[in-house]
T-cell receptor, first 111, second 114 residues
Framework: GENVEQHPSTLSVQEGDSAVIKCTYS??????FPWYKQELGKRPQLIID?????GEKKDQRIAVTLNKTAKHFSLHITETQPEDSAVYFC??????????FGKGTRLHILP | EAQVTQNPRYLITVTGKKLTVTCSQN?????MSWYRQDPGLGLRQIYY???????DKGDVPEGYKVSRKEKRNFPLILESPSPNQTSLYFC?????????????FGPGTRLTVT
């Protein structure tokens, strides 16, 4: 069935280290993969996205990689900072324009 | 200012009493969507709309209705709310074409059904 699996559900990293969150999706026709950040009590906001015709995209400390064959994509945050602490959601846009989100990863940046 | 607005922000109601949560966007977006957010379950899509008079079921449409009579508005209707619909609801909108389908989320509506 339609599914996006996200791992891990919780991640703690030392400030300055890197964080990696992974997602897999079930529909090979999915063509758009966004990542959203949600701070406590706030709405989700897009931080980076990638289309299916691109393998990697980078924006300063944030990067997303996509492996279409394996149907998985990952978020990479380098040189983590306290303000990176939040819940991160991956998502995939299905062929019928439905959007399926992963269950989220709570990222803790330790001082 | 480009934005998505939702009303009300907080609502406590009783089982069976019909309610409507409004959503409006001023960005001329074609795509609009409703999500519910529950602890440990992430964001689940309820309904979405690709344009005026076009709506489709998302992952969890049971117990909800929507309409899209105008491009800017996409109300969520609960005809007979039940306690399992207690949740945080987000409306979102995005463009339908281009390089990004970035969704802009509203501030959320916290609904409690007793």
């Amino acid at each position: 069935g339609e599914n996006v699996e996200q791992h891990p559900s919780t991640l703690s990293v030392q400030e300055g280290d890197s964080a990696v969150i992974k997602c897999t999706y079930s529909d090979s026709a999915s063509n758009y993969f966004p990542w959203y950040k949600q701070e406590l009590g706030k709405r989700p906001q897009l931080i980076i996205d990638i289309r299916s015709n691109v393998g990697e995209k980078k924006d300063q400390r944030i990067a997303v990689t996509l492996n279409k064959t394996a149907k998985h994509f990952s978020l990479h945050i380098t040189e983590t900072q306290p303000e990176d602490s939040a819940v991160y959601f991956c998502a995939a846009r299905w062929r019928d324009d439905k959007i399926i989100f992963g269950k989220g990863t709570r990222l803790h940046i330790l001082p | 200012e480009a934005q998505v607005t939702q009303n009300p922000r907080y609502l406590i109601t009783v089982t069976g009493k019909k309610l409507t949560v409004t959503c409006s966007q001023n960005m001329n977006h074609e795509y609009m969507s409703w999500y519910r957010q529950d602890p440990g379950l992430g964001l689940r899509q309820i309904y979405y709309s690709m344009n005026v008079e076009v709506t489709d079921k998302g992952d969890v449409p049971e117990g909800y209705k929507v309409s899209r009579k105008e491009k800017r508005n996409f109300p969520l209707i609960l005809e007979s709310p039940s306690p399992n619909q207690t949740s945080l609801y987000f409306c979102a909108s995005s463009a339908k074409s281009g390089n990004s389908y970035e969704q802009y989320f509203g501030p959320g509506t916290r609904l409690t059904v007793t």
